[in-house]
């Protein structure tokens, strides 16, 4: 069956700390991979996105992610979050075929301290 | 700057009452979707479009219906709403190569009293 797991319902981090948001995905045929972010009352925002070539891939506000094929991840990272990063973080699966429709995880919330 | 538009922020219904959720993007993209977002439980698909008059059943659609006729409007329908339809509805759209990941709406939040 087709699912994406994070295993984080909430983290919380230090400003300025390093962060990981982890993703496992099963999927059948080559995924394509995706990070959404969602700060409080609104949509979701794409961070980033991988489907082939360098399995590190640099996205919007300072965010990467590493696509691991033989441990079925794509983890999220930052070197040194910021308050404005505590949002609801999404990881998403979908396929390169026409007349589907992306699979989400449950989310993690992120906290950040100061 | 290109946008995916929901008609409403906040709605509040009565139960049986049947409800109507719109969601425009101009954008010209092909594919449009229907999610309903509950806390602990994600992202859920209710339907999806990927062409005009086209739909098909995402992992939950009992209860709600959608409707197609442009291709710029995707509109979801509850016939007769329900206490546990109180929820986050966020619409999406994409190109038909889901490589470009979708553009999310604002969402709606329904509650059914």
């Known amino acids: 069956a087709q699912s994406v797991t994070q295993p984080d319902i909430h983290i919380t981090v230090s400003e300025g700390a390093s962060l990981e948001l982890r993703c496992n995905y099963s999927y059948g045929a080559t995924p394509y991979l995706f990070w959404y972010v969602q700060s409080p009352g609104q949509g979701l925002q794409l961070l980033l996105k991988y489907f082939s070539g360098d399995t590190l891939v640099q996205g919007i506000k300072g965010f990467e992610a590493e696509f691991k094929r033989s441990q079925s991840s794509f983890n999220l990272r930052k070197p040194s979050v910021h308050w404005s990063d505590a949002a609801e973080y999404f990881c998403a699966v979908g396929a390169a075929q026409a007349g589907t429709a992306l699979i989400f995880g449950k989310g993690t919330t992120l906290s950040v301290s100061s | 700057d290109v946008k995916v538009t929901q008609s409403s922020r906040y709605l509040v219904k009565r139960t049986g009452e049947k409800v109507f959720l719109e969601c425009v993007q101009d954008?010209?993209?092909?594919?449009m979707f229907w999610y309903r977002q509950d806390p602990g439980l994600g992202l859920r698909l209710i339907y999806f479009s990927y062409d005009v008059k086209m739909k098909e059943k995402g992992d939950i659609p009992e209860g709600y219906s959608v409707s197609r006729e442009k291709k710029e409007r995707f509109s979801l329908i509850l016939e007769s709403a329900s206490t546990n339809q109180t929820s986050m509805y966020l619409c999406?759209?994409?190109?038909?190569?889901?490589?470009?990941?979708?553009?999310f709406g604002s969402g709606t939040r329904l509650t059914v009293v």
């Open positions: 954008m010209d993209h092909e594919n």
């Open positions: 999406a759209s994409s190109p038909p190569d889901s490589f470009y990941g979708y553009t």
